[in-house]
């Protein structure tokens, strides 16, 4: 059975960071394209950065493109997104989310993700 879990939200200062985690167990790790989501009460869930387990490009939506990085701990099936220069329009609930496929040719195509965490909170205060 996939399980992802995300850890790391919190609340922050406007300007500050944070670094989300995102452990991901039951499946072949590097089979897997894996995506931060996230959700804004009263907006709709928005694709924020993929990339595959297996290495290679990393993508990011253009809201965040200068203040992400997605990066993984291979070795401890770890998914990572560091957030910087945190904004109050940064609040939502975030989201990993992975899609078993060989290669990463529809780690951008987001409605097509298969397994979700429960989500982890950022809240930044001004």
């Known amino acids: 059975q996939v399980q992802l879990v995300e850890s790391g939200g919190g609340t922050v200062e406007s300007g500050g960071s944070l670094r989300l985690s995102c452990l991901v167990s039951?499946?072949?790790?590097?089979?897997?394209?894996l995506a931060w989501f996230r959700q804004a009460p009263g907006k709709e869930r928005e694709g924020v950065a993929a990339?595959?387990?297996?290495?290679?490009?990393?993508y990011y939506a253009d809201s965040l493109k200068a203040r992400a990085h997605i990066s993984q701990d291979y070795y401890n099936h770890t998914a990572f997104l560091r957030l910087n220069s945190l904004q109050a329009e940064d609040t939502a609930m975030y989201y990993c989310?992975?899609?078993?496929?060989?290669?990463?040719?529809?780690?951008?195509?987001?409605?097509?993700?298969?397994?979700w965490g429960r989500g982890t909170q950022v809240t930044v205060s001004s």
């Open positions: 990339f595959h387990l297996a290495g290679g490009n990393t």
């Open positions: 989310a992975a899609l078993p496929q060989k290669t990463n040719s529809w780690c951008t195509t987001y409605e097509k993700y298969t397994y």
């Open positions: 039951g499946t072949s790790y590097s089979d897997n394209c």
